[in-house]
């Protein structure tokens, strides 16, 4: 008897109809999540230090250099690393300038800190 209900329900077109949008509803459903809901929360989940935003001023007022984003690194409360994106005059010696006073900065070695510039 449930074989005959079920081959009656799928005879219907418009029941197929609406069979088969639900579950391409629910496939785009499952895909969003996987894909896209991780994303929205990345980008609001990290806070500046101070010793980030100390840095920041301090590498703004190169010359050449503009907004800065500083990350540094900390092992045991001292500076093992950090990375750098500024906006400004994209130039080896402006990216010298930034490694070697964040380098002082931190008292940490040139080789721990990377250097980039902002997107356009």
Request: no cysteine; net charge neutral.
């Amino acid at each position: 008897m449930k074989k005959e209900n079920i081959k009656n329900f799928f005879s219907n077109k418009t029941a197929r109809t609406v069979f088969v949008l639900l579950i391409a509803l629910l496939l785009v459903f499952a895909v969003y999540r996987v894909f896209f809901k991780g994303k929205e929360k990345t980008s609001t989940s990290y806070e500046t230090t101070e010793l980030e935003e100390r840095l920041s001023q301090i590498l703004s007022k190169i010359d050449g250099v503009g907004n800065v984003s500083v990350m540094v690194s900390e092992e045991e409360g001292r500076a093992v690393s950090a990375v750098i994106v500024f906006r400004g005059a994209d130039s080896i010696l402006t990216r010298m300038r930034v490694v070697d006073a964040a380098s002082g900065a931190l008292g940490i070695d040139k080789e721990y800190i990377l250097v980039y510039p902002a997107e356009s």
